[in-house]
């Protein structure tokens, strides 16, 4: 695949005709009757769908399909503003200092950035992604001590397993967690900000430790050669210790170019600590020009942490999981 030129491939399937799948049925396939701009609304259609993967099988159905729904522009327009007026962005002049993308700014990318070249837009403007979540599986071993009285020469090891998890939504929220617990047991009950508790027997400790946050992508962060990276992303959130607030930065890569901004690598772990309070005993925050709490800041080790992977939640699934909770019929639903 690597030594194919897929644009050049699909701009060859400009004038193919839907065929009958076997040469000897005989009848007038109706689909041929319909022009391409009827076939181009509904792939809008299927792209404003929650689930992409209902365009890309109608892309992949036939060489027209394809031509029209991975070679035209309006699939890849559709796609950008599907994603990207999703995304919050730091912004210096706001006194929030954290929007919303608009269409103005989208467009202003797409001409002057980007050379009016939507898929050249996807490839290379980092985003967060909804249809799933961010797990980070962290392992790694340390010294034990010995029992007492031992006559052991070198002490035990331990081996210390745990996963992070990481649900991001298009409101400017998230959800995060650390626990012990294997993603079949988790990721289905993070899907929905608004309902997850209800899917959770608190009877159990992990659930108290589910945090919500804020975050937002810092438009702009510079790489080491002074250009504009624009994939730092900034999460805020409370955590199990009062008056403290957490901020984890990462930096959106992929894994390949098949896999676009798959991955979240670890920056910093940082903390804010609140001394002051006010008369209703709740803390005072003073917000500086990164939208950033002001306080006492310190960082966290993260020697021991691990990237964070995107997996995609297939939604049919998680439904079928919540019916069932009661039973506790927990699947693996990670593709």
Avoid at 57 to 67: E, M
Avoid at 150 to 173: D, E, L, Q, V
Avoid at 267 to 274: A, E, L, R, V
């Amino acid at each position: 695949m690597s030594k194919v030129n897929i644009r050049e491939l699909l701009q060859s399937y400009q004038y193919e005709e839907y065929k009958p799948y076997d040469d000897e049925e005989e009848g007038k396939i109706l689909i041929n009757i319909l022009p391409n701009d009827i076939i181009l609304n509904i792939i809008k259609i299927l792209i404003k769908d929650n689930d992409l993967r209902n365009w890309l099988n109608f892309c992949l159905i036939c060489k027209k399909n394809a031509y029209l729904g991975l070679y035209e522009t309006i699939s890849w327009r559709e796609i950008s503003e599907k994603i990207y007026l999703n995304q919050y962005y730091y912004n210096i002049n706001n006194s929030n200092n954290r929007e919303l993308f608009n269409e103005n700014q989208l467009n202003y990318e797409f001409n002057f950035k980007f050379n009016k070249n939507w898929l050249k837009l996807l490839k290379e403007k980092p985003f967060i992604k909804f249809n799933g979540i961010y797990i980070s599986c962290v392992n790694y071993q340390k010294e034990g001590g010995k029992a007492e009285f031992s006559s052991a020469w070198i002490n035990p090891i331990k081996f210390i397993t745990y996963y992070r998890y990481y649900k991001f939504f298009p409101n400017g929220k998230f959800l995060k967690l650390l626990t012990i617990l294997e993603p079949s047991k988790i990721i289905f009950k993070l899907n929905n900000f608004n309902n997850w508790q209800k899917l959770v027997n608190f009877n159990n400790e992990w659930e108290k430790k589910v945090f919500q946050g804020e975050w937002f992508i810092d438009i702009n962060e510079s790489d080491n050669n002074g250009n504009n990276g624009n994939n730092k992303l900034i999460c805020k959130s409370e955590g199990m210790v009062l008056n403290y607030k957490f901020i984890d930065e990462f930096k959106i890569t992929s894994s390949d170019k098949y896999h676009r901004f798959n991955k979240l690598e670890w920056i910093k772990m940082k903390y804010i600590k609140y001394e002051q309070q006010d008369e209703t005993n709740n803390v005072n925050r003073n917000r500086n020009e990164l939208g950033i709490d002001e306080g006492e800041i310190g960082e966290l080790s993260i020697d021991n942490e691990r990237f964070f992977k995107f997996h995609r939640i297939n939604e049919n699934e998680v439904n079928e999981l919540i019916k069932n909770y009661e039973s506790n019929k927990y699947l693996d639903i990670i593709e």
